[in-house]
């Protein structure tokens, strides 16, 4: 009986473990939504961290967002699971506007690769 008992969890496992698709290295995908941008913002001459009063405007053509900070967070986050290519404008009164070159976000297998910019904006 004992020996029926090893043979069946034998078997079991080997059909758990078996390679029907054959991949070695299956993917195994998370349900987040991960941002394409993330902007960090600072002033240019004290580097310290500007979030109040500033609004970081991503375009991919017609595509146009305005990122969100979170409370306590100093960053700004954007084009969720959107893959692009993005021109990224940041304004805050009493400084230049500043207008990146473009940001390209793609994909790997689950989610966009996440693009970090620090953005340093000067006093007018």
Not at 13 to 23: G, H, L, Q, S, V
Not at 45 to 61: C, N, Q, S
Not at 84 to 100: L, P, S
């Amino acid at each position: 009986m004992k020996r029926l008992v090893f043979i069946s969890i034998v078997i079991a496992f080997w059909a758990c473990n078996n390679d029907d698709d054959k991949t070695e290295d299956p993917i195994f995908c998370t349900l987040e939504a991960r941002p394409g941008i993330e902007v960090r913002v600072k002033d240019a001459i004290d580097e310290m961290f500007l979030v109040e009063g500033v609004e970081v405007i991503i375009t991919d053509g017609e595509y146009k967002e305005t990122l969100t900070s979170f409370s306590g967070n100093n960053t700004f986050f954007g084009a969720y699971e959107r893959v692009g290519t993005y021109i990224i404008e940041v304004r805050k009164n009493g400084y230049q506007t500043k207008i990146t070159d473009p940001v390209v976000v793609e994909k790997d297998i689950c989610h966009v690769i996440t693009q970090n910019l620090e953005v340093l904006l000067e006093k007018n």
